[in-house]
């Protein structure tokens, strides 16, 4: 089973439209959550993260997420888009194996990002 | 100041050859990765290391060596390159590996290997 699931490969939107990309995660790995954003031709940046505690994370560049763990989802929101922030968005869980952790992504959500 | 920098930033070369991708921290993270992102932008793990000793390989060909001299360094060196190398390579670093299970990893900019 894959370790992480990213539900779309592409989400277009208007700008200031409000946005959901959507990750599961199987129960079988650590609910270490991470959501990275990758702007074009750029590597990869921490948007936010999830280790313990309140189930909704706030991130940077208005970005938040809510862990559900009954769902096993780690869905990343914004309420209003801008055209900045069109980039491909990764969700990724450590996977514990072997006496050492994995960061593992999903395959990614593209957010296309319309005036 | 660069966190993680990889050299160079593009590479290309014809398929036989061998090529190196350079990668260094200046974290101070004990644990340092290659991963690999395909046309379709999907980032598959291939190494990591803690503090200088191989602790991950995935399935990848033996033609693909990392060498780490050091904690702060962490090589990639590929040999008789073939058409499907091609794709961008990251490094990332991160403090914790064994154990560690929070360890945030931060990514260098990318170096993308074309093979014609």
């Known amino acids: 089973a894959q370790s992480v699931t990213q539900l779309d490969s592409q989400v277009p939107v208007f700008e200031e439209a409000p946005v959901e990309l959507r990750c599961n995660y199987s129960s079988s790995v650590s609910v270490y959550l991470f959501w990275y954003v990758q702007y074009p031709n750029q590597g990869l940046q921490l948007l936010l993260k999830y280790l313990s505690g309140s189930t909704l994370v706030k991130g940077i560049n208005g970005f938040e997420a809510e862990f559900n763990k009954s769902q096993t989802s780690f869905h990343l929101r914004k309420p209003s888009v801008h055209i900045s922030d069109t980039a491909e968005y990764f969700c990724?869980?450590?996977?514990?194996?072997?006496?050492?952790?994995?960061?593992?992504f999903g395959a990614g959500t593209r957010l296309a990002v319309h005036p | 100041d660069t966190a993680v920098s990889q050299t160079p930033k593009y590479l290309v070369t014809q398929m036989g050859n061998d090529k190196s991708i350079k990668c260094e921290q200046n974290?101070?993270?004990?644990?340092m990765y290659w991963y690999k992102q395909d046309s379709k932008k999907f980032l598959k793990i291939m190494f990591s290391y803690n503090n200088k000793e191989l602790i991950i390989n995935e399935t990848v060909p033996n033609r693909f060596s990392p060498k780490s001299p050091d904690k702060a360094h962490l090589n990639l060196h590929i040999n008789s390159l073939e058409l499907g190398d091609s794709a961008v390579y990251f490094c990332?670093?991160?403090?914790?590996?064994?154990?560690?299970?929070?360890?945030?990893?931060?990514f260098g900019q990318g170096t993308r290997l074309t093979v014609v």
């Open positions: 990724a869980v450590i996977l514990f194996s072997g006496g050492y952790n994995k960061l593992i």
């Open positions: 990332a670093s991160s403090q914790g590996g064994a154990g560690a299970r929070k360890g945030e990893a931060f």
């Open positions: 974290l101070g993270h004990d644990t």
